[in-house]
C-alpha cells in the first residue's frame, strides 16, 4: 500500500470510501491493470507493507503514525491490520519527520 501526500491510498479512497484501488506500474511507470480492497481485505492480512518514498510524503507519514486523525482525514489510518502487522519501508525524505527513539537504537 502506499499512501499519498495527503493519506490517500494510491489517490482512490476519499471521505466516505472504503474501498483501496492498487495501480500496478510497469518500468515505463505505464499503469496497467487495478485491483481494488477493501479495509477488510487489507487489514485481514498478516503483515501490511506501506512503502513511502519521497520529502512530500514526510508529513503524512508523520501524521499517520502519530495517529490523531480520522479515517476521513488521514484515509491511511484506515489500515490497521486486527491479527498482523504494519511494517514501514521509508526512504529518508519520507522519515525525516518522524522522532526517533535514540534508546532503541541501542
Known amino acids: 500500500v502506499k499512501p499519498g501526500d495527503r493519506g490517500f491510498l494510491a489517490a482512490a479512497l476519499g471521505a466516505g470510501m472504503r474501498a483501496v484501488t492498487i495501480s500496478v506500474s510497469a518500468k515505463t511507470g ?3 491493470d487495478r485491483v481494488t480492497l477493501t479495509y477488510p481485505a487489507i487489514n485481514a492480512a498478516r503483515i501490511v507493507l506501506m512503502l513511502v518514498t519521497g ?3 514526510s508529513p ?3 501524521r499517520v503514525v502519530r495517529g490523531k486523525e480520522s479515517i476521513d482525514q488521514c484515509p491511511a489510518r484506515g489500515v490497521q491490520p486486527a ?3 504494519i511494517c514501514w519501508v521509508l526512504d529518508p525524505p519520507a522519515a525525516r519527520e518522524l ?4 534508546e532503541a537504537k541501542g
Open 30 to 32: 505505464a499503469p496497467v
Open 83 to 85: 491479527q498482523g502487522e
Open 99 to 102: 522522532e526517533v527513539d535514540n
Open 55 to 57: 520529502a512530500s510524503k
Open 60 to 62: 503524512t507519514v508523520a
